[in-house]
């Protein structure tokens, strides 16, 4: 509502609120004034009578007083009821004290003592009932079992220490309370029906994971794979890329395959020879692989102890020589090499020419080669020469076949078409002694020639 008015003012050259005969009472009560806003030209209420008495028109409070232009007093207190499930309260039309029924399942006490948190009473239509006794079984757990206190409602009472617990960690065992709390234990211990495999406890999947197979590493090679076996835990090296190529780490062969779990097979290295000189053998040798190496020429009896370069081979002392054979009989070299024994054939017994071989005769009772060409004279040798230096002559011996071997050129010794002679260069082994003495028919020396001869004594003066 206004209070003022604008009008132009020609001697202040402006416009001016200038006072309406207007009253702002309207807005006047017990604890405002109404007034006129000079800056607005409205009417407003300002506070008054602040802390001054009032009446608030509401029976239920008391001692009203102003505040900031509200009137305003305090609640009126009833009397507590004797009933804990009632209430007092103010009856607002009449200001007068009633009482009212608490709300429902609001606490209590029933009888007059306290069940304190351990049985919640309710009031019920404005009587205390009797609750449910306090169930703390749902906070027991492995160490403490729960019980009431109506002071501090459930609280835990710890079980027996060492009585058995469990965390829920699964790989922990065996674990024990002590002082309601649960703890100690031991790892649990992952078993395997397989030798081969190590277990491992997981506690996220709460199983045991096979994590460490058995290490065989150590029968890895080219053909062989380590592997366990289940049946006893023990590493063994299984046989592994069949027929494909390894290496056997030798100089000497090449295109070595595996096989059964070995690398072998293969060819040997074939090493280049020195045309120039044959003596120089290609060997190959696994320390240095190919190389030329010199042919050992031993000397011994039949070879020269040097190696022939055009042929490789060791070269041979001449045919003929003398050389020790491996038996107490002397022997000769053949011209290649090798040493020829020079032991005769034992004679083969007999009691007759019939009894031995074509060429053989039975002399003495031994079967002997017969002599070529005829029984005739032969010069003597040194061993016949007479004391005065004259020779004589020695004959075959006709052993017993003939009494009487005279007759230069004659054959009297033969037997059955062939010469049968007692040696091998037989003489007549009494001839040249005899003729070294005087003859004992006349007692003449020999003179060169031979007489007749018979019995072993001579039949004539020479």
Do not use: W
């Amino acid at each position: 509502m206004s209070c003022k008015s604008p009008v132009c003012s020609e001697e202040m050259n402006k416009c001016m609120q200038l006072p309406l005969n207007q009253s702002c009472s309207s807005l006047t009560d017990q604890c405002n004034v109404g007034v006129c806003s000079a800056t607005s030209g409205e009417c407003e209420s300002e506070p008054a009578n602040e802390g001054g008495t009032c009446d608030d028109g509401d029976k239920c409070t008391q001692q009203d007083t102003c505040a900031g232009g509200e009137c305003a007093g305090q609640p009126k207190t009833c009397p507590a009821p004797d009933n804990q499930c009632q209430i007092s309260v103010c009856d607002a039309a009449t200001g007068d004290c009633r009482t009212e029924d608490k709300p429902d399942n609001s606490s209590c006490v029933l009888g007059g003592g306290s069940a304190g948190l351990c049985r919640p009473d309710t009031c019920q239509a404005g009587q205390c009932m009797a609750g449910p006794e306090k169930d703390c079984s749902a906070l027991n757990d492995a160490c403490n079992d729960y019980e009431c206190d109506p002071n501090r409602g459930c609280v835990p009472r710890p079980k027996e220490d060492g009585s058995h617990c469990s965390t829920g960690l699964f790989c922990t065992v065996n674990q024990f309370c002590t002082n309601g709390t649960c703890g100690g234990g031991s790892p649990r211990v992952c078993e395997s029906t397989n030798p081969c495999e190590t277990l491992r406890c997981n506690g996220t999947t709460k199983a045991c994971d096979i994590v460490v197979p058995k290490d065989c590493s150590a029968f890895n090679r080219q053909c062989t794979e380590g592997r366990c076996n289940a049946t006893n835990g023990q590493c063994y090296p299984a046989a592994i890329k069949e027929n494909e190529a390894c290496d056997d780490g030798k100089l000497c062969t090449t295109d070595t395959v595996c096989t059964a779990g070995k690398c072998a097979g293969g060819t040997n290295t074939i090493c280049p020879a020195d045309d120039n000189d044959k003596c120089l053998a290609p060997l190959c040798s696994e320390m240095d692989g190919c190389k030329l190496t010199p042919t050992e020429c031993p000397s011994s009896n039949c070879l020269t102890g040097e190696c022939n370069p055009e042929t490789g081979n060791c070269a041979p002392k001449p045919a003929n020589t003398s050389c020790t054979s491996l038996t107490p009989c002397p022997g000769r070299c053949d011209g290649d090499g090798t040493c020829v024994e020079a032991c005769p054939t034992p004679p083969v017994p007999c009691m007759s020419n019939a009894a031995c071989a074509v060429g053989e005769c039975c002399i003495n009772g031994e079967c002997v080669s017969s002599q070529t060409g005829n029984c005739g004279f032969d010069q003597a040798d040194a061993d016949c020469k007479e004391e005065k230096g004259d020779n004589c002559k020695c004959i075959f011996s006709c052993g017993q076949n003939s009494p009487t071997c005279s007759g230069e050129g004659g054959n009297p010794c033969r037997s059955n078409g062939v010469c049968c002679c007692g040696t091998d260069r037989p003489t007549y082994e009494d001839a040249c002694p005899a003729c070294r003495d005087p003859c004992p028919g006349n007692g003449n020396e020999c003179t060169g020639d031979f007489p007749n001869f018979a019995a072993g004594v001579c039949q004539e003066s020479i």
